[in-house]
């Protein structure tokens, strides 16, 4: 976690805030790292002008700007004395001004609190945006998290023959080690595994039989096992708790994590689309649209927002 300093803290109003001030805010000493804290105020939409004059509108920004800056003044005295700290007040879309800002001021880590949603899902629009398209680390933390972190579980698919995903999880490992040696706290890296195409081989065309399938499941199973050895040989030193489940991706992982009931998980989002950035991929987005804890994402090297 040492790589981390230039800190982000988004700010969204409400008690939701003082517990990732609070992560935010022991990561940056124990860094000697910077926060900035930043409020994002939408604009007054245009249908306004139609009922409120210039004068009126502009009380109302100025009122609005003047009440989210008081808010972060006293934000800023949840923070340690010796931590470099500075306020800025943002106007437009969140996501999009969150990640303009980080993409200005090269920050390298986003720490946010994890906001009510409206529609029932265990994230919201603002927050899947980011995870979608934030260039830099996005840390999601559940406003109930209790400190230190008792249980941190790495999520990991390290395919050799992608060096993208690959590099990915080696520094996934490397951040889950770090926090877990930071915090004290157990480990567990899970991986899940499939026969590719199984149900077709059990059809009328293959029609495989259940003991050539079960051969075949465990070469390939001894293969993803190689792999998580690879990828964990050079983590030895820390005492990691190894899983690896077959089934389907997506809701494997889902019903797994909430079977452990983690206090946090870490995740790599890889793209797999033309449209870089657009989406996180289906396992990622629907992990992380179904588990309740808190969130720690990542990007590959080299990752391009969309945004501008």
Wanted: proline share 5%.
């Amino acid at each position: 976690m040492e790589r981390f300093k230039n800190i982000l803290f988004a700010s969204f109003g409400g008690k939701e805030d003082l517990v990732a001030l609070d992560r935010a805010n022991r990561l940056a000493k124990n860094n000697k790292a910077r926060i900035t804290l930043v409020r994002v105020v939408e604009e007054i939409s245009k249908a306004a002008s139609y009922f409120l004059s210039k004068k009126q509108i502009a009380g109302m920004e100025e009122a609005v700007i003047g009440q989210a800056q008081n808010d972060l003044d006293n934000l800023t005295q949840k923070i340690d004395n010796s931590v470099e700290v500075e306020t800025k007040i943002l106007v437009g879309k969140p996501f999009i001004e969150i990640i303009r800002t980080i993409l200005i001021h090269s920050h390298d880590i986003i720490i946010k609190a994890k906001q009510p949603s409206q529609k029932g899902e265990n994230l919201d629009s603002a927050d899947l945006h980011l995870l979608r398209k934030c260039p830099c680390p996005v840390w999601i933390i559940k406003p109930t998290q209790r400190k230190p972190f008792g249980k941190i579980i790495i999520a990991v698919d390290p395919d050799p023959s992608d060096h993208e995903r690959l590099s990915l999880h080696i520094d996934l490992v490397k951040l889950g080690t770090s926090l877990a040696k930071n915090e004290n706290s157990k480990v567990e890296v899970i991986h899940t595994w499939k026969v590719d195409g199984e149900a077709t081989l059990r059809g009328p065309r293959f029609r495989m039989s259940d003991e050539e399938l079960n051969s075949m499941a465990g070469e390939v199973q001894k293969a993803h096992i190689k792999w998580m050895d690879n990828l964990l040989t050079p983590f030895s030193d820390s005492k990691i708790k190894v899983s690896l489940v077959k089934g389907e991706p997506g809701p494997t992982l889902s019903a797994l994590i909430e079977k452990k009931k983690p206090d946090i998980v870490l995740m790599g989002t890889v793209a797999r689309t033309g449209l870089p950035g657009l989406l996180i991929g289906n396992t990622a987005e629907l992990v992380l649209g179904q588990i309740s804890c808190s969130v720690l994402t990542i990007k590959p090297r080299g990752f391009k927002t969309p945004v501008a």
